[in-house]
């Protein structure tokens, strides 16, 4: 697994370009979530590339994923994001690494 964390608006604009070339993965966590540090767990051991968001020190930006993908607020949270929107979401005990995979397998590129 590559993480990349999420820090400031301009990478959030980054990835939705990026998008359009592949699927981009977001993973929001709470830091002082017992639940997201389980998923945590489960997801640090995939193949996939994430891009991080510690939601409380970057609440603006976590706020401005709700705004701009139009799917409420939760942690923690699994967005996949193609050609600049949000193509599917899972939240708490929903994330899972095999449905993940799916769902990228979906809008893999040739």
Sequence with gaps: MKKIDITTL?????????SFNQPQIIYKHSTTCGLCDIIW???KVSDFELNYLDL???????NEIERRYNILHESPQVLIIKDGKCVYNASHRGIKNEEIQKQLDLYKVD
């Excluded at 301009?10 to 990026?18: F, G, M, R, S, V």
């Excluded at 409380?56 to 976590?62: A, E, K, V």
């Design 56 to 62: 409380l020190t970057y609440r603006p930006i976590s």
């Design 10 to 18: 301009e990478h959030l604009d980054q990835l939705d370009q990026a």
């Design 41 to 43: 767990d489960i997801v």
